[in-house]
């Protein structure tokens, strides 16, 4: 089973993110939620990959029984939905990897299993989704990435810090 993730655990992932404890913080996260997993499992192996999924190759996946992914962004997703679905050889059924899919956003968690070529995709299911009102705020505290991000972490958060204490009103007394 390969397990994909670029990111470090943070402070602010302990409170919504079952896997992680405090002192994994600043391990890689496909690391520590393989070896949780592991722990747990009897029998289970895990390949933890800590980078970008986009830099292997088809015959890296082809290696594994299934594909475990936690992705923060959508075009990842998209990515990889669309190199499994490439692999997919009727002669071979093999070249069939399911995809579980999964992530949470607040308190909100969702999770799929997808068969590629076979159950719908990752690109079918996009516009189920209602579009994210806002950037998380764990991204705006710590890997803000976008443009977006940056915009909003000023109104958000740096905004108020400047303006502790100040009165943007100016009172007339009558």
Not at 24 to 38: H, I, N
Not at 72 to 78: F, H, K, L, P, V
Request: hydrophobic letters at 35%.
């Amino acid at each position: 089973m390969l397990n994909g993730q670029i990111d470090t655990i943070d402070v602010s992932n302990l409170n919504r993110q079952f896997l992680f404890r405090q002192s994994d913080v600043g391990s890689y996260k496909a690391e520590v939620a393989a070896r949780f997993v592991e722990s747990r499992v009897k029998g289970v192996k895990i390949t933890p990959y800590c980078g970008k999924i986009q830099d292997k190759d088809e015959d890296y996946y082809l290696q594994f029984n299934i594909i475990v992914c936690g992705l923060d962004s959508i075009e990842a997703r998209r990515w990889i939905n669309a190199t499994l679905v490439g692999m997919v050889d009727d002669e071979n059924p093999d070249s069939l990897k399911p995809l579980i899919d999964g992530g949470t956003e607040g308190f909100r968690g969702q999770s799929r299993v997808i068969l590629p070529t076979v159950t719908s995709c990752i690109e079918c299911q996009l516009d189920m989704h209602a579009p994210r009102a806002a950037v998380p705020l764990c991204t705006l505290a710590t890997i803000p990435r976008q443009p977006q991000h940056c915009i909003e972490w000023a109104h958000l958060i740096a905004w108020e810090e400047e303006r502790k204490g100040k009165s943007s009103w100016k009172w007339a007394s009558l």
